[in-house]
């Protein structure tokens, strides 16, 4: 598969040493199979695909960001251990959503019988559906609005429940298929009932 030229978008400067010479400066758009075999190639990068073909390139998190990231899928990961009726997914993970675009949530849940309905080769592979639930925790480089359009893209595509925790200003905007979001400030915790029974996120564990 020939990986020439495509559309790219980072938030940082190209650095040799960030981002391979071959990423900088292609123009075209790419198939979400082309980007597959991109991220096959290019493992130490995150990255993710616009339903435009664009190709968006992530700087590595900060200490804190990170921190951030691995207690979420700690307490979503030890709720979906005891619940059984769902597999829990870090960042690496990346989706194929109906629109094209592929995508890399802090943490998502996906039903268990959406995943057991997978090939051994698809569960090595992209998920070619939207999860039921995402999460995703904005870090210092990232834009809310672009945030925000991504959660309503997730909405659009299939999802359930989303949440976007914002940990510079305490707030968590919760969205949910067919409603308008809703905004809390400074909450301790958050719950993701009826999606998930009994799963609340401790959200002061993030701030």
Same mark, same amino acid.
């Given at each position: 598969?020939?990986?020439?030229?495509?559309?790219?978008?980072?938030?940082?400067?190209?650095?040799?040493?960030?981002?391979?010479?071959?990423?900088?400066?292609?123009?075209?758009?790419?198939?979400?199979?082309?980007?597959?075999?991109?991220?096959?190639?290019?493992?130490?990068?995150?990255?993710?695909?616009?339903?435009?073909?664009? =190709?968006? $390139?992530?700087? #590595?998190?900060?200490?804190?960001?990170?921190? @951030?990231?691995?207690? %979420?899928? *700690?307490?979503?990961?030890?709720?979906?251990?005891?619940?059984?009726?769902?597999?829990?997914?870090?960042?690496?993970?990346?989706?194929?959503?109906?629109?094209?675009?592929?995508?890399?949530?802090?943490?998502?849940?996906?039903?268990?019988?959406?995943?057991?309905?997978?090939?051994?080769?698809?569960?090595?592979?992209?998920?070619?559906?939207?999860?039921?639930?995402? =999460?995703? $925790?904005?870090? #210092?480089?990232?834009?809310?609005?672009?945030? @925000?359009?991504?959660? %309503?893209? *997730?909405?659009?595509?299939?999802?359930?429940?989303?949440?976007?925790?914002?940990?510079?200003?305490?707030?968590?905007?919760?969205?949910?298929?067919?409603?308008?979001?809703?905004?809390?400030?400074?909450?301790?915790?958050?719950?993701?009932?009826?999606?998930?029974?009994?799963?609340?996120?401790?959200?002061?564990?993030?701030?």
């Amino acid at each position: 598969m020939e990986l020439r030229s495509f559309e790219v978008s980072h938030d940082l400067p190209p650095s040799d040493d960030y981002i391979p010479p071959e990423l900088i400066g292609l123009r075209e758009p790419i198939t979400p199979e082309q980007f597959e075999e991109l991220c096959r190639l290019n493992r130490k990068l995150r990255l993710e695909l616009t339903s435009t073909g664009e =190709v968006i $390139i992530m700087p #590595p998190t900060g200490f804190e960001s990170s921190r @951030r990231n691995s207690n %979420l899928t *700690y307490q979503l990961e030890a709720w979906a251990r005891v619940d059984g009726t769902g597999v829990c997914v870090d960042s690496s993970a990346g989706f194929v959503l109906p629109n094209g675009a592929v995508r890399g949530p802090d943490a998502a849940w996906i039903r268990r019988e959406t995943f057991e309905h997978l090939t051994k080769e698809e569960q090595e592979r992209f998920g070619r559906f939207c999860p039921d639930f995402v =999460v995703e $925790i904005s870090s #210092p480089s990232d834009s809310l609005t672009q945030l @925000r359009d991504k959660m %309503l893209e *997730y909405m659009e595509n299939g999802a359930s429940l989303g949440w976007l925790i914002d940990p510079f200003k305490r707030r968590v905007y919760v969205y949910q298929a067919g409603c308008e979001p809703v905004v809390l400030v400074d909450p301790a915790t958050v719950s993701a009932e009826p999606l998930l029974p009994g799963f609340t996120l401790n959200v002061t564990e993030l701030w």
